[in-house]
């Protein structure tokens, strides 16, 4: 069963950091990306960076370059997500997903699967 688990969410001041992180399970982690992806209150999941597994392309949205990096740890099947530098408007819930489509880059949810529960991150001003 593929599984996906997210942690490292919580409250940080406008200009602080945080990490998240997406633990995977269930399938073979090399062959996939993972992509972060971020859904306020009223608004629709949005895609925020990911990761190609085999070769360690990454990708990020507009909003979000220069800010945020993300990496992945294949032995620990293990994706992550350094936020810097946040902003009320990065206030979001934050969820990793399989990248099952061959165009997985241009960071469409659509385009992704198999989401974690997603972890709460709350940017105050």
């Known amino acids: 069963e593929v599984q996906l688990v997210e942690s490292g969410g919580g409250l940080v001041q406008a200009g602080g950091s945080l990490r998240l992180s997406c633990a995977a399970s269930?399938?073979?982690?090399?062959?996939?990306?993972i992509g972060w992806f971020r859904q306020a209150p009223g608004k629709e999941r949005e895609g925020v960076s990911c990761i190609s597994n085999s070769d360690g392309t990454t990708y990020y949205a507009d909003s979000v370059k220069g800010r945020f990096t993300i990496s992945s740890d294949n032995a620990k099947n293990t994706v992550y997500l350094q936020m810097n530098s946040l902003k009320p408007e990065d206030t979001a819930v934050y969820y990793c997903?399989?990248?099952?489509?061959?165009?997985?880059?241009?960071?469409?949810?659509?385009?992704?699967?198999?989401w974690g529960q997603g972890t709460q991150v709350t940017v105050s001003s």
């Open positions: 269930g399938f073979t982690f090399d062959d996939y990306a």
């Open positions: 997903g399989v990248g099952y489509s061959g165009s997985y880059y241009y960071l469409t949810a659509r385009d992704f699967g198999s």
